[in-house]
């Protein structure tokens, strides 16, 4: 029981990234830009996605969902992280740390599944384009969406269940800049080893799966690909090119995690950052940035602006 008769630990304390001041300064700079980058850019998504009606299909609904998952990870530890750059004795309090696990494994949870829904996307579009629109009408990505945040938030609970429930009671310095499942679970003061497995399980079954799902869609798009002529073929290798790069950034450094989830080395915690700080900013560079309509769509949208400010 977690409550029992031993002093429980009210919070947490977070070892951060560095303890040198310079350090620290460097990285508070090099992370603010990033932070506001994939806000910004994420939110630019979601803004020109509604304003454009030539974006009113299924690939780009789902697109400004995933902008919507990445603005709520986006914010779920940064900015907390970036105040504490500032502070000597970086703490978050028992709850704080519960709703930051929470948090990250729903949003995780939920963008997984979004991903794998994108994938099917993609492979009805470029395998069954005579059914695409039948197939991938407004209701299934409605339902595909609300199937994504489902399991994140199932997910998260499964996690959450056990760990708030843990005994902690001496122990509470965690060695990242966030409440870290693995690295809050072993601070338990009980035999762990369950409860290691049970995570490793949980998430890494929910990640290979996923990921494993969206390579097989992708092996099959391109064989199909290869048999399209040759503008239709260089179209659709453009996008499955960007789908695989953001899949396996996103899904390396996860399933990586969850393959040696308690035995962490330093270059660990440089990864944590990649995943919660940087992946964040993945959907505005490579999906949008390198996608046409959305970058004509851009343009009519700043046109759209600057002739009404002349007016």
């Given amino acids: 029981m977690a409550h029992s008769n031993e002093s429980t630990v009210s919070e947490f304390v977070l070892l951060g990234l560095s303890k040198?001041?310079?350090?620290?300064?460097?990285?508070?700079?090099?992370?603010?830009?990033?932070?506001?980058?994939?806000?910004?850019?994420?939110?630019?998504?979601?803004?020109?996605?509604?304003?454009?009606?030539?974006?009113?299909?299924?690939?780009?609904?789902?697109?400004?969902?995933?902008?919507?998952?990445d603005i709520c990870q986006s914010n779920f530890a940064t900015p907390k992280m970036l105040a504490d750059f500032f502070v000597e004795h970086?703490?978050?309090?028992?709850?704080?740390?519960?709703?930051?696990?929470?948090?990250?494994?729903?949003?995780?949870?939920?963008?997984?599944?979004?991903?794998?829904?994108?994938?099917?996307d993609r492979f009805v579009a470029i395998c069954k384009p005579l059914h695409y629109n039948l197939i991938m009408n407004r209701r299934l990505c409605i339902i595909f969406v609300s199937i994504s945040w489902a399991v994140g938030i199932l997910h998260s609970v499964s996690h959450l269940a056990f760990t708030v429930n843990l005994p902690f009671c001496g122990p509470n310095e965690v060695d990242s800049f966030f409440c870290d499942l693995p690295l809050v679970i072993k601070l338990a003061c009980m035999d762990t080893y369950r409860m290691e497995i049970l995570t490793l399980a949980n998430s890494g079954l929910i990640s290979l799966s996923c990921f494993l799902a969206l390579i097989v869609s992708y092996i099959i798009i391109f064989f199909t690909v290869q048999h399209q002529s040759s503008s239709g073929s260089s179209k659709a290798l453009s996008t499955l090119t960007a789908h695989i790069t953001v899949v396996i950034l996103f899904f390396g450094p996860c399933i990586y995690f969850y393959i040696w989830p308690f035995s962490r080395l330093s270059v660990d915690k440089f990864l944590s950052v990649f995943y919660t700080i940087c992946t964040p900013l993945l959907n505005p560079v490579i999906y949008s940035l390198r996608n046409e309509d959305v970058k004509s769509a851009l343009r009519k949208l700043r046109n759209r602006h600057v002739n009404h400010g002349k007016n």
């Fill in 20 to 69: 040198s001041w310079g350090l620290q300064l460097l990285l508070f700079t090099i992370f603010s830009a990033i932070y506001v980058t994939s806000v910004l850019g994420n939110v630019m998504i979601i803004v020109i996605i509604f304003a454009d009606s030539h974006l009113n299909s299924p690939m780009y609904f789902l697109l400004s969902n995933l902008s919507f998952i």
């Fill in 90 to 120: 970086k703490t978050i309090s028992f709850e704080g740390c519960m709703t930051q696990i929470f948090l990250l494994h729903s949003f995780v949870g939920s963008e997984m599944m979004l991903l794998v829904a994108m994938g099917y």
